[in-house]
């Protein structure tokens, strides 16, 4: 049944960033609709929000844009692409009486970000911490071809190099063979002053699945495929949603235009290592090593130079796409590394919930 129309109007405030401080922010009226008790927002009026107007996209999708940006949304799926890059949304797309609706959550902590990329003045980046996943006794996916926390690493150390040469300070959770647990990797983090957090995974799954995925962790009261429990304390979001979507947009793309790889898209996620974070931060899975083609790829020095030049391209360009006067690029000359080793296996950030249940050594 249609879901029943709110009568109030939801405000929806939205930073332009347009190169100059202070800009003036820009008010969007949109009226909601509530379907299966999730606030919608009509993609009419949204369009008009933007000045998009309909265009040529994704076959099988319905595409709006302005410029260069091309926005495809099909009904009843939760994919969403910006210039075919892939997006999942926390909600499927609804279709009402001829028009379509998308949830006022996607709007708000994936869409807006993602076309309007900012900070929140929480002041410029000056350190990437790089979490190598795994390690030690936790060798997380194991093929003939590779093992993960190998690969995690090779990644890892090739990209504190680059980032050092971009002029970036480096915190390397592990520059070695040895285990952290995922709480003392999210302490390091958020210990960090001025920092942004990558966490560097490779996947595993059938003979046949490829491919590269970047994970940001779930809005608030969103429901998630990756998670553990569906306690009412695993719904928390954190204050950098925003930052999040950004990140992952940035790295995500260079990985997909540059080794041309399946794109299995940005997804929301409730992985112990981003659920408490008080950073920007990403998780990334740089290719299947149960894959024949693809795990002979990820364990190769140069493929993995590859990814690690990619995560690195995409860094620079999310300070660039965010820099605002309180955010800018980072300082020149050669930086800095340092490897930070917890002896603490928890973090609670202020005014962040902690996510609920056990920690595990998978992410």
């Not at 996947?203 to 998670?227: D, M, Q, V, W, Y």
Request: glycine share 10%; proline share 3%.
């Amino acid at each position: 049944m249609p879901g029943h129309r709110r009568r109030n109007w939801l405000v929806m405030m939205m930073c332009v960033l347009l190169g100059t401080v202070g800009q003036a922010e820009a008010v969007g009226k949109w009226m909601t609709s509530t379907f299966d008790g999730v606030d919608y927002v009509r993609l009419t009026d949204v369009w008009r929000f933007y000045g998009f107007s309909r265009k040529q996209g994704k076959p099988g999708y319905v595409s709006f844009g302005a410029g260069n940006r091309v926005v495809s949304l099909k009904e009843r799926k939760q994919d969403f692409y910006m210039n075919n890059y892939r997006y999942i949304l926390s909600y499927p797309v609804q279709e009402r009486d001829g028009e379509m609706y998308i949830s006022a959550t996607d709007m708000s902590k994936l869409v807006d970000p993602v076309l309007r990329p900012r900070l929140t003045g929480r002041g410029k980046i000056t350190t990437v911490v790089i979490d190598p996943g795994h390690g030690g006794h936790d060798a997380g996916a194991v093929s003939a071809y590779a093992r993960e926390k190998d690969c995690n690493l090779a990644v890892g150390l090739k990209l504190r190099d680059k980032l050092r040469k971009a002029g970036f300070k480096v915190v390397m959770t592990r520059d070695r063979d040895f285990f952290l647990t995922l709480g003392e990797r999210v302490a390091i983090a958020n210990r960090t002053p001025d920092s942004l957090f990558v966490s560097i995974h490779h996947n595993s799954g059938r003979a046949g699945a490829s491919g590269i995925e970047t994970f940001t962790l779930a809005p608030h009261g969103t429901t998630s495929p990756f998670a553990r429990t569906r306690r009412s304390e695993d719904l928390a979001g954190n204050n950098q949603d925003s930052e999040n979507i950004a990140l992952a947009t940035a790295v995500h793309a260079h990985s997909i235009r540059t080794t041309s790889a399946i794109d299995r898209g940005i997804q929301r996620a409730r992985f112990s290592v981003l659920c408490t974070i008080r950073r920007p931060a990403i998780l990334f899975e740089g290719g299947f090593v149960t894959n024949p083609q693809e795990g002979s790829k990820v364990s190769s020095s140069s493929y993995q130079d590859t990814l690690a030049q990619c995560i690195c391209d995409g860094i620079v360009r999310y300070i660039r796409n965010t820099r605002t006067g309180s955010a800018g690029h980072p300082r020149t000359g050669g930086g800095s590394t340092r490897t930070m080793y917890s002896s603490s296996g928890n973090a609670r950030s202020n005014g962040v919930s902690a996510a609920g249940g056990s920690q595990s050594s998978i992410r």
